[in-house]
């Protein structure tokens, strides 16, 4: 999936679910607190009514108080289609859709003890979706926080939860990971570089691996390479030249495919 059907297919979910929920009445639900809401809308069916959707499209969903202020929201996650999956918020009187995935039952955590409830997301590294190979997209754990009534990106703000949750587990995953599986090694290294970067510990993290990245036959790999230089501010001319190596290997390597 292209950036632009995936640009397209976000602007269709957000004009068609901003408006559910003041007609569907989350807002006079959510208001009484999660115990009645929980005890009102409990499982899959429930909800598909409440949303006017098919139970079969309804995928986990967890009703919390994400502000600490007694009310509750409806927190659900969907799939957009083909390897692409959301996560929509519905408040009392509006709608928020997060694209990436998550598990609600590990997701919504307050990390900062304020009260209020942050959602980690595991975003996606590339929304060409040229990632989506064998290996699946490329994901790091996004933190978001509430602002207001909307989720923002804040990942930078929470470095104690990646050094003690995300990156010990990253450099043994990747320690382990023989250096044959080019593919699987390079998403981990991808991950840990998005995160050292964000939180501007190394803002060219991974910059010479991708210079390497550059010179393989595999077209992932090139791509690869592409997502780290599109990513570095400054890197732009390096940027444009791996997207152009990818589809030349990506030419040779069907052109070989086809020949054996």
């Known amino acids: 999936m292209r950036t632009a059907p995936l640009a397209a297919l976000i602007l269709v979910l957000c004009c068609n679910c ?50 600490g202020d007694g009310r509750c929201e409806l927190v659900m996650g969907v ?11 519905y408040w009392q009187d ?42 699946g997209f490329h994901v790091w754990p996004e933190v978001y926080r509430l602002q207001g009534e909307q989720y923002v990106p804040a990942s930078k703000d929470f470095p104690g939860f990646y050094d003690l949750e995300i990156l010990p587990k990253l450099d043994k995953e990747i320690a382990e990971t023989p250096a044959l599986q080019t593919g699987a090694a390079a998403a981990l290294e991808m991950e840990r570089d998005k995160i050292l970067r964000v939180l501007g510990r190394d803002p060219n993290a991974g ?17 690869d390479a592409y997502l780290v ?3 570095i501010p400054g890197h732009e001319a390096e940027a444009n030249a791996a997207k152009q190596a990818e589809a030349q290997a990506s030419q040779r390597w069907f052109a070989n495919g086809r020949n054996k």
């Open 94 to 135: 509006h709608f928020q859709a997060l694209m990436g995935e998550a598990s609600l039952k590990d997701a919504i955590r307050d990390l900062n003890g304020d009260g209020k409830k942050e959602i980690i997301m595991d975003s996606y590294l590339d929304s060409a979706g040229k990632s989506a190979g064998f290996e």
């Open 79 to 89: 799939s957009g289609g083909p390897n692409v999956s959301f996560v929509w918020v």
């Open 207 to 223: 910059l010479e691996r991708a210079r390497y990245w550059m010179k393989s036959d595999d077209p992932q790999i090139v791509w």
């Open 229 to 231: 230089f599109a990513d």
């Open 18 to 67: 901003s408006t559910l929920g003041a007609q569907t009445g989350i807002g006079d639900i959510a208001s009484k607190g999660c115990s009645a809401a929980q005890r009102a809308k409990s499982d899959k069916a429930s909800v598909a009514r409440l949303l006017d959707m098919k139970p079969n499209e309804i995928g986990e969903f967890k009703w919390v108080d994400l502000a």
